[in-house]
């Protein structure tokens, strides 16, 4: 997907854990990249038919789409694309939950297999299981990559989104990749981060991307926790 994995557990050895996980990722990454031509995401935005594993990622989407009063948006793939910020098209794009969807999956994989007491993280997305565990927030900082803080986690996930990665310089701020849907454009704020807090991954990955869109005022459903930072502070 683009990124590194990183998992930490606690009790036996667990022969052929890499292979498992490498698996997983190369199974969803098959389904929901934009980036492949042959993904199911991409041949359903050229009109073949949805995947059963597809379909059932859009169900969850759709069901936050509706939940953030459209701020969470999984069909601006050509607004993004016009924006500079990934690879050419139309139609969907699930980026925004495909991660933290993956991360679920190498989770319950990681229970079938007896492994409880973990940590995973994919591209800053977290998965926290049965043990306690420390995680690090980064600072929201476009010239550094510095800690902003840490927190112990247990059965919860976390995810982040922000605009001090990607991004292009603007008038007000710095021009994300992260698309307003009312406007079709990037949202425009200065350096900032959303970090969101929920029971699965995906969840807390497509509302980090709503709330971005939203800004701190809205009220998000129960079950979620919520904090922002500004560069070098909370808000």
């Known amino acids: 997907m683009g990124t590194s994995w990183k998992l930490a557990w606690r009790g036996d050895e667990v022969s052929g854990l890499d292979k498992e996980v490498l698996e997983l990722l190369e199974k969803w990454e098959s389904v929901l990249s934009q980036w492949r031509e042959n993904s199911d995401l991409s041949r359903a935005n050229r009109g073949e038919a949805i995947s059963p594993d597809l379909q059932r990622v859009m169900d969850l989407a759709e069901v936050i789409h509706q939940q953030s009063s459209g701020a969470f948006d999984y069909r601006l793939f050509k607004q993004t694309s016009d924006a500079g910020f990934g690879p050419k098209g139309n139609g969907m794009d699930l980026s925004a ?10 989770g319950d994989r990681l229970r079938e297999l007896g492994i409880t007491d973990f940590v995973f993280e994919l591209g800053g997305e977290i998965l926290v299981g049965d043990g306690e565990w420390e995680v690090a927030i980064e600072a929201p900082d476009p010239a550094t990559q510095t800690l902003a803080k840490t927190m112990k986690l247990q059965n919860r996930a976390v995810a982040t989104s922000g605009n001090y990665r990607q991004f292009k310089p603007a008038s007000g ?3 994300s990749h992260i ?8 949202i425009i704020r200065p350096p900032s981060l959303v970090t969101v807090y929920a029971k699965d991954c995906a969840t807390a990955d497509a509302w980090a991307t709503a709330l971005f869109v939203l800004g701190p005022d809205f009220k998000v459903p129960e079950g979620i926790e919520v904090q922002w930072q500004k560069r070098n502070r909370d808000f």
């Not at 939950?97 to 190498?106: L, M, N, P, Q, T």
């Not at 698309?179 to 990037?186: A, F, L, R, V």
Request: charge should be positive; avoid cysteine.
């Open 97 to 106: 939950i495909a991660k933290g969807f993956a991360v679920d999956r190498v």
């Open 173 to 175: 701020g710095l021009a």
């Open 179 to 186: 698309i307003d849907p009312k406007t079709g454009t990037p």
